[in-house]
């Protein structure tokens, strides 16, 4: 058997974890610069609010105190998710981390009789050491976790085992055909003018009227309805990215060197740990900028430049001070910005980064104690929120006066305990 654990409304449930006021209210989560939902409670579901409703159409219900609208904390949420993945590996003998809220479980070895009470244990761990309500499915393939895990939600049932052929074919004869992994939109209308309307009549047509219609991928679905698991995502177990990239829009179109430089700065900050925290190094930093496309009187930009490393590094400094040699060199002064990113990549395990034959020793020992120097500054700031120490040039006065979705400083002198270097 396979398991699936999934966690309800992730993003608002980090939020009520943070905050156990919103327990029971309309929440919704929005995207980057306050868009639109990416995140709803139940609540607000029942208000009617749509996955990627613009935040404009919500007026009424946030000013009238219906609906309670967050700016997205994603660092809090990566900071969650990888607790919640840390507690998910003691249950099985190995898993798959498939996106921020999920994970498959290999229940390989493990009798179905005691399926019920390990998927009782992962969600009474997850309730109780982050505050995260999870939905736990167990069946034979990963299409059917996926429908089990589905069936839990709509049933309010935290566990679901998926063994019995006829209460799985209950299910599927019941359940919108929009609801199977992996068929979108326009596939669902597709199938709804073939006369295919939940997951069932899926799975009565033959299959070569499937193969015939829906190709390879229609293929794999209708063998794991069937029982046959042969979808493969072996190459999610991978621990290391092939890129780690950050970008932000900015509030307002932007000609200030200082502020740019200051955002980039403040991406490096976080793609540099997020690939410590991996494990690994980078050999190559791009910066990327973005003029408004929207706003082309004076035409679009979209300048970018890299730098490759001698040696693999994941220091924040030396990331951070390429990325900033970059930006001097495809900013170009009078041209106003809405968008900036840094990207991380050519990316290796730190382990595999020895010192060459012919490499100085006194640069050996400066790349030593960098990397002595980060696990320092790693320990004294936090995975989530401010930090305490800090890049100097993470910091400027600009005319904005405005923080775009970071907790760092911003037009503002160093907080109290803050430290810069």
Not at 22 to 36: F, I, K, P, T, Y
Not at 270 to 280: A, E, P
Not at 293 to 322: C, L, M, Q, W
Not at 400 to 417: I, T, V
Request: hydrophobic fraction near 35%; aromatic fraction near 8%; charged fraction near 25%.
């Amino acid at each position: 058997m396979i398991g699936l654990a999934d966690c309800n409304n992730f993003f608002v449930s980090c939020e009520r974890a943070l905050n156990p006021s919103l327990e029971g209210r309309a929440v919704v989560v929005l995207s980057n610069n306050d868009g639109c939902a990416v995140a709803r409670s139940n609540e607000a579901k029942r208000l009617g609010v749509k996955m990627g409703q613009p935040a404009f159409q919500l007026r009424t219900l946030i000013e009238s105190g219906q609906l309670i609208a967050l700016s997205g904390n994603h660092l809090l949420y990566r900071e969650i998710s990888l607790r919640i993945h840390e507690i998910l590996r003691h249950f099985a003998p190995s898993a798959i981390d498939y996106s921020v809220d999920e994970a498959f479980l290999d229940m390989s070895g493990i009798p179905d009789s005691a399926l019920p009470d390990i998927g009782a244990e992962i969600v009474r761990e997850c309730r109780e050491k982050e505050g995260i309500p999870v939905t736990v499915g167990f069946a034979g393939t990963k299409t059917l976790c996926k429908i089990a895990t589905e069936t839990g939600k709509k049933r309010d049932t935290r566990v679901v085992v998926l063994s019995d052929q006829q209460e799985i074919d209950r299910i599927l004869s019941v359940m919108p055909i929009g609801d199977l992994w992996g068929i979108g939109r326009r596939l669902t209308k597709r199938l709804y003018s073939l006369g295919v309307f939940t997951i069932g009549d899926f799975a009565s047509r033959p299959l070569m009227w499937v193969r015939s219609r829906l190709g390879v991928n229609g293929e794999k679905s209708w063998r794991e309805i069937h029982g046959e698991n042969c979808i493969e995502l072996d190459f999610k177990k991978r621990k290391l990215q092939d890129s780690i990239s950050e970008s932000r829009t900015f509030p307002i179109d932007i000609d200030d060197f200082d502020y740019i430089r200051a955002r980039v700065a403040i991406y490096c900050a976080h793609v540099s740990k997020r690939l410590r925290i991996q494990g690994g190094e980078c050999g190559k930093v791009t910066v990327f900028l973005r003029s408004n496309r929207f706003h082309t009187e004076n035409g679009y930009e979209a300048p970018d430049g890299s730098i490759d490393f001698e040696k693999r590094v994941s220091d924040e400094p030396t990331i951070t001070n390429a990325a900033i040699t970059i930006l001097t060199h495809i900013f170009r002064p009078g041209a106003f910005y809405k968008r900036a990113g840094v990207i991380l990549s050519d990316i290796t395990p730190a382990r595999c980064n020895e010192p060459g034959l012919f490499e100085d020793k006194r640069q050996t020992e400066n790349r030593e104690k960098t990397g002595r120097l980060m696990k320092v500054i790693d320990t004294l700031n936090p995975r989530v929120g401010g930090h305490v120490v800090k890049l100097a040039s993470q910091l400027t006065i600009g005319h904005l006066g405005h923080n775009d979705g970071y907790s760092s400083s911003f037009g503002a002198p160093l907080a109290d305990g803050d430290s810069s270097f």
